[in-house]
């Protein structure tokens, strides 16, 4: 019996792997595109390619493989602690971060030549100055301690990922910012915003210093120290990190969510001279209540403690779009391929799957896009040239200006001296965030764009 009933389950597993019409074409668990079919060449099956890609199409798009996989996760959440476990990024290396004005160190002093019999110079007393009590912790800091699942950290119902600082990168970054400042800066105001993980402004120090990681709120203050005076910062960690405690990053994403970038919006308008447009002065609206599970929780093997508390993506309307029409078309949005879209900044995403629930702001990551308001008309033109963070934070700008613009550094031919000439742009944000800065992989896009 035990024989035949083992048989039984490994001839439904093989008649199931034949039913080409339920195989998957992609992942939504992993957000992926699973493998193709081979495509046959007598060169492939001389040197075997053919065969061993018809292996990996068979074992990828298998009808089962998610549920056996998900099987798998919450069996092994069942294995107990398992302490620090840095599956991948484990053997990472960080540099010190330099202080921006480092202190000047002490010296041995003058050798004592005085005679051995002269009377010592009286000394005054020393008074210790008391120590200023540190400030308490904003209400949202993490303090409990967590571990690695992947390369992610996990702490109570929230992922955290993980920084580690680039002496050469992030000088690198420094002289990539100067550099554009000086062909753009006389044509254009520039900005910098370098956007935190969630880990620097969630997690209390001695956490980050449990992860191993480097502290990136200091690599935040190095960049600033390094940047031409020129270049107007806009320095969001502080403003995060007072807010802590409410709900400006997702737990199962890297991102943060449109509520973090009006808290970098705030910074912003700050430095312009602006008051800030109220929440309350917006439309807002929920998507993916409870559904959404994002990056973190797929690069930490779908941890089932990330899949019992899921986000939900909150975004607030432009007041100058319209809301209430589903059909509204209030931005314009250039692809990849060249293809160009009549779009929604804020978009309905529920025709996609639940792990593409940050994609409702901007368009997501395009090369090239756009928005008129009609409500002003001074000519003011703003170019954001972005990562994926600048997605959620681009519905704030674009109510002070006439035109909105914004490039994905990672896919645009775009120049700022292009945008500048063609479209009047006065104000030019570079965005990223501080690993993108620091990695050393963005200055060649940022030169090409600040040409």
């Not at 492939?44 to 493989?65: E, H, Q, V």
């Not at 005085?114 to 993490?142: E, I, K, M, N, R």
């Not at 990922?161 to 753009?184: C, P």
């Not at 775009?414 to 945008?419: A, C, D, I, K, L």
């Amino acid at each position: 019996m035990k024989i035949a009933a083992f048989i039984a389950v490994l001839a439904g597993m093989g008649i199931m792997g034949l039913l080409f019409f339920l195989r998957p074409e992609t992942s939504l668990q992993e957000n992926r595109a699973l493998t193709k079919f081979p495509a046959y060449s007598p060169e492939s099956l001389w040197d075997g390619s053919y065969f061993s890609g018809i292996d990996t199409w068979y074992a990828d798009t298998y009808p089962l493989r998610e549920t056996m996989i998900s099987a798998q996760k919450r069996l092994e959440s069942h294995y107990g602690w398992r302490g620090v476990q840095l599956i991948s990024g484990g053997n990472v290396v960080a540099d010190a971060v330099p202080t921006a004005a480092p202190e000047p160190e002490a010296g041995a002093g003058p050798e004592d030549t005085a005679a051995p019999d002269a009377a010592p110079t009286p000394v005054p007393t020393h008074v210790p100055t008391p120590a200023p009590t540190p400030a308490a912790a904003p209400s949202g800091t993490v303090h409990a301690l967590g571990e690695f699942n992947g390369s992610i950290y996990i702490t109570g119902n929230a992922a955290y990922g993980t920084y580690y600082f680039s002496q050469s990168g992030a000088d690198q970054y420094i002289a990539t910012m100067n550099q554009v400042y000086q062909n753009i800066g006389g044509k254009v105001n520039m900005y910098v915003m370098n956007v935190p993980q969630s880990s620097a402004v969630m997690l209390d120090r001695d956490v980050i210093a449990d992860m191993g990681c480097s502290v990136e709120s200091d690599a935040i203050d190095y960049i600033a120290a390094g940047l031409d005076p020129g270049i107007g910062n806009i320095k969001v960690y502080d403003n995060l990190l007072r807010h802590n405690a409410e709900y400006i990053y997702f737990r199962t994403d890297h991102h943060w969510t449109q509520l973090g970038a009006y808290y970098a919006y705030q910074v912003f308008c700050q430095l312009k001279g602006w008051e800030p447009h109220a929440l309350d002065q917006f439309r807002m609206r929920e998507f993916g209540a409870g559904s959404y599970l994002g990056s973190y929780y797929r690069t930490a093997n779908q941890s089932p403690q990330l899949a019992a508390d899921p986000d939900t993506v909150q975004a607030w309307y432009p007041m100058c779009v319209n809301a209430d029409d589903p059909n509204a078309r209030d931005m314009h949005m250039v692809q990849q391929d060249g293809s160009e879209y009549d779009w929604r900044i804020i978009n309905d995403m529920y025709d996609y799957p639940d792990s593409e629930w940050y994609c409702v702001f901007s368009a997501a990551d395009q090369p090239f896009c756009s928005l008129h308001n009609p409500d002003i008309h001074d000519g003011s033109a703003i170019l954001l040239v972005k990562d994926s963070y600048g997605n959620a934070f681009v519905p704030w700008l674009v109510d002070h200006y006439e035109y909105t613009y914004w490039v994905d550094f990672r896919y645009t031919n775009e120049t700022v001296s292009h945008m500048v000439e063609t479209y009047g742009v006065q104000d030019v944000i570079f965005e990223s965030a501080t690993f993108n800065a620091t990695s050393g992989l963005v200055d060649g896009e940022f030169l090409s764009i600040g040409s």
